[in-house]
């Protein structure tokens, strides 16, 4: 049996999340039972999300168990098989968590996918054409719904999911502006990933400034909003929203270690008439197919880049994570185990 | 040429409306041109809408010019005429202002409708039957869309817009729960509107209190919530909205005078995938005969009773408004003309 470490939570965050929350352990991999699969992680996904479910609060999902796995998307390569439905070899998704070693059983519908990596990179199926591609693809088609010639912002531009939200507004004939946080991140929103504009966050360091920015790289305002980070930023973009304006509330993760993060300006969902929705992709499981089909030929054809931060090793997971709180990644925010 | 008294907007607030923000002016009314009638008004309506015009800052609507007839709805009998369309004697809904009498052009679509009062007391087109009971329907119907069994919760419940929510809401089949100020209203709201629950925000005068007292008139939580204050009440109501839960946002008279009025947890927004849409009910004309049907059913047979304030003479229409920003109306605020 393969020696498996694994990171699990040993105790929950007061305030912002720290290192010491997490534990690693190691233990052999358990014998399969019949229908299960041995999968080897080559890729562990790190996502704000998690964050959240280190509390121990009301929240869209339970909390993690304390002295369990943390909870993470993971792909790679069944090494040992009790499924007739998978081989050794084949390509995997699935929810692996925070260790080398995942076992899966054939009996849990969608636990585990097998995937094609002949024309998309296997860690791509981690973003752009997994979880944060089909948030980014929900978000922006189910709640902004923008026509051709609106305006579309997105926060954490350079990030999985902005970095999505962005190519397919593109696609869609929209003017897009990024917002994300240093000059690096803005020059590849806008000459990597092609967008119309990127503001960065850290040059423009309050509202009156980035309402400035925004009124320059959003002459026209704007019509439909991704939010991922909430906070000052959510309160300047809504003064610049259009009249009949949409909003995806994606995530808020400025609010993540607890801090109040009032709205300045909550009447200006009147005054213009604008649809605020929170969502939770994995809500909306019927919109996958379609969406990973267009990701897919996006990702395919070289039209959708997203950018890789990519730590080593199981032990670099928990301090790779408390920077992608902290925005230290430059796009999708990966753990290499293999 | 009867005498027209009319009430202008002299200046504009600064902070609360105060009376001296308006000037009585009288004058003869105009000789008609072809195509026109003159109308004398029986009622005007005073709506917390007009708050929001008095100002000359970006809002939904133009502001109320200064030294203008300050807008309002009215309902009354033609007494001259020079249109086809329109006899002496018919009785009529329209636009015609704070003012004893009013002009209106046959040609202008939607600017004059004639009424019928066999079964409908004339002053109900202001009210159940007119702008306030279509805003309910519009945002009951196509904002949170309630199912049989699920919560309804509207704030100002007595007033025009609440008490046709509520009512629209019980006959769907729901648990109608409304907050208004003071026992009188709550007592209305309950057994003659019929609610399941009132909470009288007077007794319960912080977010702790109401929302304990929210957790017992609702104890399944709050699935749609109908919002026309804002502020406080709003925060609380928030924090008892169940998943997937919508909310109608109609009004928030508490910021009317531009205090500012934050949103203390706008995450929730995301943590409860909360739908929140803003809305003017006159940008969706083609809802009104449907909404029309069923409200002119529902007040012919008695099932929806809205009470009304009523001021005496145009004069008295500067501080019968004053009034109504400040909850001192019980039900919808009119001002007898004749």
Known sequence: MPINQQIVLD??????????????????????????????????????????????????????????????????????????????GDKVVGMGGWQEYGVASDSVMGMLRK???????LSAYLGAVGMPGVTAWYGLMKICNPKAGETVCVTAASGAVGSAVGVLAKARGCRVVGIAGGKDKCDYVVNVL??????????????????????????????????????????TVLLRMNAFGRMAICGMIAGYNGAPLPLANPALILVNRLKIEGFIVSEHMEVWPE????????????????????????AAAPEAFLGLLKGKNFGKQLVKLV
């Open 115 to 121: 995937v094609d990596t002949a024309h998309i990179p």
């Open 194 to 235: 092609g967008f119309d504009a990127c503001i960065d966050y850290k040059e423009h360091t309050d509202g009156k400034a980035l309402n400035k920015a925004l009124k320059e790289a959003a002459p026209n305002g704007i019509d439909c909003y991704f939010e991922n980070v909430g906070g000052w930023i959510m309160d």
């Open 11 to 88: 105790n929950r965050p007061v305030g912002d999340a720290v290192a010491s929350n997490f534990k690693l352990l190691s233990s052999p991999t358990p014998e399969l039972k019949d229908g299960e699969v041995l999968v080897k992680h080559h890729y562990l996904s790190l996502d704000p999300y998690m964050r959240g479910r280190m509390n121990d609060s009301k929240s869209y999902a339970a909390a993690q168990a304390l002295g369990e796995v943390m909870i993470g998307g993971t792909v790679g390569e069944v090494v040992a098989t009790k499924s007739a439905k998978y081989a050794v």
């Open 291 to 314: 969406a990973l089909k267009e990701l897919g030929t996006l990702v395919a054809t070289k039209k959708l880049n997203v950018r890789e931060s990519i730590a080593e090793g199981i």
